[in-house]
């Protein structure tokens, strides 16, 4: 494929012969002009860079430092909440097994006492009302 000229895409001439560097444009006007053209991108490039883009991205870095820092404030408060929730599950758990015990006794003591299964059963719901304590709506059990 013929080479056209790098300014107005005209064909250029063959190279004359061997030694002839070959030309990029057809002419000085070309050569010129994209000269120009080119200065004018560089200028423009710089005037872009400098203020606006340098600027730009300075306050990205900075964002981005600061979102970095957010994150590893949310993540030691969340793993100090895991830690939390998990005594809090411990916790839960040991007061949980206390109660089915005292439950289990005083069942124990009612039937030993000659109460009837039904002064029981509703014992049993007293007991449960008292005790339902879901403030998550966890329906935790
Ligand atoms: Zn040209």
């Known amino acids: 494929m013929a ?20 030309r990029d444009f057809c002419n000085n006007i070309c050569k ?3 000269y120009v053209w080119h200065k004018q991108m560089r200028h423009d490039v710089a005037k872009l860079e400098e203020p606006f883009w340098h600027n730009a991205y300075r ?10 820092h ?8 969340l793993s100090k909440a895991i830690i939390d929730v998990e005594k809090l599950q411990e916790s839960r758990k040991y007061h949980m097994d206390k109660l089915e015990k005292m439950r289990n006794d005083y069942h124990a003591r ?7 299964k039904q002064d029981i059963n509703e014992f049993d719901d007293y007991w449960k009302d008292l005790f339902k304590y879901d403030p998550y709506g966890l329906d935790l059990d």
């Open 32 to 34: 010129q002009k994209h």
């Open 59 to 68: 306050v990205l870095v900075e964002q981005y430092k600061g979102l970095e």
């Open 110 to 116: 009612m039937k030993a006492a000659g109460m009837s």
């Open 3 to 22: 080479r056209t000229c790098v300014w107005c895409d005209a064909p250029l001439p063959e190279p004359k012969g061997k030694g002839h560097r070959r």
């Open 70 to 77: 957010r994150l590893q404030i949310t993540m030691d408060h």
